[in-house]
């Protein structure tokens, strides 16, 4: 029976998708059968909105394979869902666009821990918050929030999700866009410190994660945040967190600061170069992803580019 065009461009797909299993890095050796019964699954990415332009779709296919190959239990986004302007309404087109249709695979439609970026500021963060109420793949609760996580039957772990934008100076500068001015002046980022804070130190958890979009340390094109070394890394260092993930820097990096492990993973559609600092351990200008397998004594990572190839791995014990 001669197929139709259609029929034949699904069947290309599919055959190149499993091809693409079969014959690249997928995460194996580190998510597969000798990972332990009790380690946490998950992917975390950002920066990748783009109306299903081809390195977003590219990211999105490998994404849902490894989602599968390692049964992942949820999607961590750290910001810039939507570029250029975030979203105007629960009803923008770009929620069909960007996210919905874009992430549509079985294995994507797990709980989306989501925060917000400066792009997302652009537009109406509330929408994004209104969403939420509807759909629940997408989860954000609120602007800053924490997830508890049980690992094993004696080990939990914390992750903090934190609202950077309104923390950087620039954004408050009447030469940097209107919106976002006028969106990070109605948020109140000494608040948001005290609750961080307070938070850090009522954890009890063994594992303590934060999730932010901007980075401390990067070697991207963006650099160094000077507001978050001042505020956050300080107290990142007090209450032994061991790991920061975040985006905006449009690559993948791992640098580390003392026992502290940053990990960029902002390279969700389009990239851009990057360089070694003297806290480099990894740096690639490339669209990918990141994979996370966290157990009771140690935190495994991967990073993924958009063809399927393992760039990086990597382990951080819970205690150095």
């Known amino acids: 029976m001669k197929q139709s065009r259609r029929q034949f461009v699904k069947t290309m797909f599919v055959a190149t998708a499993q091809a693409t299993v079969a014959g690249s890095l997928l995460p194996r050796q580190l998510f597969g059968a000798e990972t332990k019964a009790d380690a946490l699954n998950f992917i975390i990415f950002g920066d990748w909105g783009r109306n299903g332009e081809k390195d977003q779709r590219d990211v999105a296919v490998q994404m849902a394979l490894s989602a599968q190959a390692i049964d992942a239990k949820f999607i961590i986004s750290v910001g810039d869902n939507f ?60 602007r800053y929030f924490v997830q508890t996580l049980q690992v094993d039957a004696s080990t939990t772990a914390d992750l903090f999700y934190l609202d950077t934008t309104p923390m950087i100076k620039s954004y408050y500068s009447i030469f940097n866009s209107e919106h976002t001015r006028a969106n990070v002046l109605t948020q109140d980022v000494p608040k948001q410190l005290a609750w961080f804070k307070t938070s850090l130190a009522a954890s009890t958890a063994k594992w303590k994660i934060v999730i932010g979009h901007h980075p401390i340390y990067s070697g991207g094109g963006h650099g160094d945040t000077e507001e978050l070394v001042e505020a956050i890394l300080p107290l990142l260092q007090q209450y032994q967190v061991q790991a920061y993930f975040n985006g905006h ?63 990086y791995t990597t382990s951080v014990p819970r205690t150095a």
């Not at 975030?86 to 087109?93: N, Q, T, Y």
């Not at 389009?270 to 480099?280: A, F, G, I, K, S």
Request: aromatic share 10%; with cysteine.
């Open 83 to 142: 570029y250029e302007n975030g979203v105007k309404s629960v009803d923008d087109p770009q929620w069909q666009t960007s996210f919905e249709k874009v992430y549509a695979a079985p294995s994507l439609q797990v709980p989306w821990q989501v925060i917000l970026g400066n792009h997302d500021y652009h537009g109406n963060c509330d929408a994004q918050l209104a969403y939420a109420k509807t759909h629940p793949r997408w989860n954000m609760p609120a």
């Open 249 to 311: 820097d449009h690559d993948l990096q791992h640098l580390q600061a003392g026992k502290l492990n940053f990990f960029c993973t902002g390279a969700g559609s389009q990239h851009r170069p990057t360089v070694n600092t003297p806290h480099t351990k990894f740096a690639r200008a490339c669209s990918g992803f990141t994979i996370v397998a966290l157990s009771a004594d140690k935190l495994d990572v991967q990073m993924i580019d958009d063809q399927g190839r393992t760039l």
